[in-house]
Every structure is written in C-alpha cells, then in structure tokens.
C-alpha cells in the first residue's frame, strides 16, 4: 500500500538558515510525491510535486524537494528560511487506485528572528 | 469562483444532531474531494466523486456518513447522528481532471460535536 512517513513532528531552523523536512515513502511502482503547507486556519496549498524527470523539483515560495529513489527519499529544502515559512507541512503520495492522495502525519516548522 | 468554497466556515452540533456541510469546487473541476483532519494530525480521504458518479467512498468511516454531488458541482457531506470522534476539520478539494493536476483546498468546516 502507498504511504508516505513524516518522521520529525517539528523543525526548528533560525531565520537565514536552510531547512530540510524530511519525507519518505513506501510505494509499489513509479511514486506520484507532492508537498503541500498549511497555514492556521486555511487550507492546504500547494507547494510542489514529483512525478517523472529531474529529481530536483522547485516549487512556490523558493521551495524545492529532492527525489532520491535509492533512499526512498523526498525531503523539502529551502536554502534560507523566512520566519513567514512557518506552518505545517504535509507530504502526500498518489494512491494506486490514482483516486486520491495520501497524506503523511505532518511536520510542523518553526522558524525563530 | 476563484477557489473552493466551504460553508459553514465553522459548525457546532449537539451529539446526535444532523449536519450538512457544502463544498463550491472551482467552475469547470471535474474531480472533487473530501477529506477528514483531525486535530494534529494529517488529513484523511473520505470520497472521491469524478462529475456526478461516487468512484471512491472507501474512507467514510461509517454509514453516518454520505456525501454527494447530484449535478456535478457543488458537493454536500451529510454525517448523521453526530458523535464527538466526528469533530475535525473537513477539507473539500477539487481538481481539474486527475490527480497528476494536483488538488486546490477550501479552507475547511471545523466541526465540533458537543
């Protein structure tokens, strides 16, 4: 079965600095990997997603997440975090029934002046 | 419209109390979501309509739970005889044809059972 595994519950970076979220996941077949953010209140946005080609993927908000097949990997970067990044991030993985998307627990970043 | 709309924005029922909650997906998005999040934690699929047909209904958690989408667009989820395990955030996403397109979120029903 699709899944995908968020294993920090928190990231704390200072402003200026980069930042990693760390992502794995556990599919048969190709993997369909997104990123989404949600901030309090709203709903979830969409950031990035991977589905074929370069494994370096670049997405809203200067955000970019590195595919690494070998590791099961597709952790978010950011090379400077702004204190406004954060909120919760979510990574997601497409069902093989390709009728909806699964999302991971959530890792919430905390980015301090 | 310019994005997907939820209302009530926020639902306070008493155990036992009917509810409906409306989703508008963006005009022309064939594919249209539910899903159910729970307070910290991530969201959880409940059903999947393509256009008026019901495709995928394997995450709603009991046969409280019913959702449709009679013309094609707006979308109502209806949870009958309301328990607290139902109070969370309920997240309506639509999407212009397949997943691969990716979704775009309304910003929730917060649905409290009291």
């Known amino acids: 079965a699709q899944s995908v595994a968020q294993p920090e519950d928190q990231v704390n970076v200072a402003e200026g600095n980069p930042l990693t979220v760390k992502c794995t996941y556990s599919v048969s077949g190709n993997p369909y990997l997104f990123w989404y953010v949600q901030y309090p209140n709203r709903g979830l946005q969409f950031l990035l997603k991977y589905i074929t080609g370069d494994n370096l993927v670049k997405g809203s908000y200067g955000f970019e997440a590195e595919f690494n097949k070998s590791q099961t990997s597709f952790h978010l970067k950011k090379p400077s975090a702004l204190v406004s990044d954060s909120a919760l991030y979510f990574c997601?993985?497409?069902?093989?029934?390709?009728?909806?998307?699964?999302f991971g627990s959530g890792t919430r970043l905390s980015i301090r002046p | 419209g310019a994005g997907v709309s939820q209302s009530p924005r926020y639902k306070v029922a008493k155990r036992g109390q009917d509810v409906a909650l409306r989703c508008d997906p963006i005009s022309g998005h064939v594919s249209l979501f539910w899903y159910q999040q729970a307070l910290g934690q991530g969201p959880e699929f409940l059903t999947y309509?393509?256009?008026?047909?019901?495709?995928?209904k394997s995450g709603l958690p009991s046969d409280r739970f019913f959702a449709e989408r009679p013309e094609g667009s707006v979308s109502t989820l209806k949870i009958q005889r309301t328990q607290q395990e139902d109070s969370a955030v309920y997240l309506c996403?639509?999407?212009?044809?397949?997943?691969?397109?990716?979704?775009?979120f309304g910003s929730g029903t917060r649905l409290t059972v009291v």
């Open positions: 309509f393509q256009n008026e047909a019901q495709l995928d």
């Open positions: 997601a993985v497409l069902h093989s029934s390709a009728s909806k998307i699964i």
């Open positions: 996403a639509s999407s212009l044809w397949t997943i691969n397109y990716g979704y775009t």
